[in-house]
Nanobody
């Protein structure tokens, strides 16, 4: 069964740090661009960061620039989102998504075939 599973969510204080992980099973992620999306309460889901198969990064959301980083470990079939200096407005459910093979990073959610179930991140003091 092909699936993505996110982990690492929880409560974090503003200015703290948190690392989310996305683990793939049933297929190899090394040929796919992988993105993190998020959905805040009452808002539409939006892209955050994307990493392509060769490691190039595309920023999909300006507000996380210089605070969040995305990385991948193809040997472990995992992608990470490092959240530094999170703010209350970063609160939401975070999803990882894998694009179709050979697709480049995109903010278009229709380009992503595989989605995780999401992990909740709450930024609050």
């Amino acid at each position: 069964q092909l699936q993505l599973v996110e982990s690492g969510g929880g409560l974090v204080q503003p200015g703290g740090s948190l690392r989310l992980s996305c683990t793939a099973s049933g297929f190899a992620l090394n040929g796919n661009a992988v993105a993190w999306f998020r959905q805040a309460p009452g808002k539409e889901r939006e892209g955050v960061l994307c990493i392509n198969s060769s490691g190039g990064v595309t920023n999909l959301e300006d507000s996380v620039k210089d605070r969040f980083t995305i990385s991948r470990n193809n040997a472990k079939n995992m992608v990470y989102l490092e959240m530094n200096n999170p703010k209350p407005e970063d609160t939401g459910v975070y999803y990882c998504a894998a694009a179709r093979p050979r697709y480049v990073c995109s903010a278009d959610q229709a380009d992503y075939d595989y989605w995780g179930q999401g992990t909740l991140v709450t930024v609050s003091s």
